[in-house]
T-cell receptor, first 116, second 110 residues
Framework: GAVVSQHPSRVICKSGTSVKIECRSL??????MFWYRQFPKQSLMLMAT?????????EQGVEKDKFLINHASLTLSTLTVTSAHPEDSSFYIC????????????FGPGTRLTVT | SQQGEEDPQALSIQEGENATMNCSYK?????LQWYRQNSGRGLVHLIL?????REKHSGRLRVTLDTSKKSSSLLITASRAADTASYFC??????????FGKGTSLLVTP
């Protein structure tokens, strides 16, 4: 099946610094990638949708200047959390869709961000 | 915004028993999907059921979909301790992003 990787799996950073999370589709071309955030014991909340070569579409309440998303190629999307604060600590999960008719999204394993 | 609502929020059963989780949603959908998430891990896709399907099976999993009631159920038969996880339903209304429910936390004790 299709594989999506994320890097890093865990990251700890200090308040005020920026962190970049990578999401890669390993064996298919991802025309669309999604970024979700999950707080402990809660569900996944969609943050933004990105299509290769175009600007990301952010969900209401998500600051686009704080969560920078770049989808520069059909296999890579990055999420940069700028000027991180402790409240940004969360589990960030990406997913990717290819050019198929099955509607399936393939999820990455997630990145645990802790801001101290 | 979240659309799916799972019921119950938590479920505790013994190995060998069946586990049933329900999901309700609010708007028309293209398909509904169920995912499993082990603590602190990523999502595992379990099954997808399209809006024109009523029931689907995969191994010990059985999913039903009632579009008139806007509800779905996931049945896990002969549960095992390894089935302990959180289970989420997710609706696909637009062909793009999924809307996840709040999830059911399943505990299967030996």
């Amino acid at each position: 099946g299709a594989v999506v990787s994320q890097h890093p799996s865990r990251v700890i950073c200090k308040s005020g610094t920026s962190v970049k999370i990578e999401c890669r589709s390993l064996d298919f071309q991802a025309t669309t990638m999604f970024w979700y955030r999950q707080f402990p014991k809660q569900s996944l909340m969609l943050m933004a949708t990105s299509n290769e070569g175009s600007k990301a579409t952010y969900e209401q309440g998500v600051e686009k200047d704080k969560f920078l998303i770049n989808h520069a190629s059909l296999t890579l999307s990055t999420l940069t959390v700028t000027s991180a604060h402790p409240e940004d600590s969360s589990f960030y999960i990406c997913s990717a869709r290819g050019r198929t008719a099955t509607y399936e999204q393939y999820f990455g394993p997630g990145t645990r961000l802790t801001v101290t | 915004s979240q659309q799916g609502e799972e019921d119950p929020q938590a479920l505790s059963i013994q190995e060998g028993e069946n586990a049933t989780m329900n999901c309700s949603y609010k708007t028309s959908i293209n398909n509904l999907q169920w995912y499993r998430q082990n603590s602190g891990r990523g999502l595992v896709h379990l099954i997808l059921i399209r809006s024109n399907e009523r029931e689907k099976h995969s191994g010990r999993l059985r999913v039903t979909l009632d579009t008139s009631k806007k509800s779905s159920s996931l049945l896990i038969t002969a549960s095992r301790a390894a089935d302990t996880a959180s289970y989420f339903c997710a609706t696909d209304a637009s062909g793009y992003a999924l809307n996840f429910g709040k999830g059911t936390s399943l505990l299967v004790t030996p």
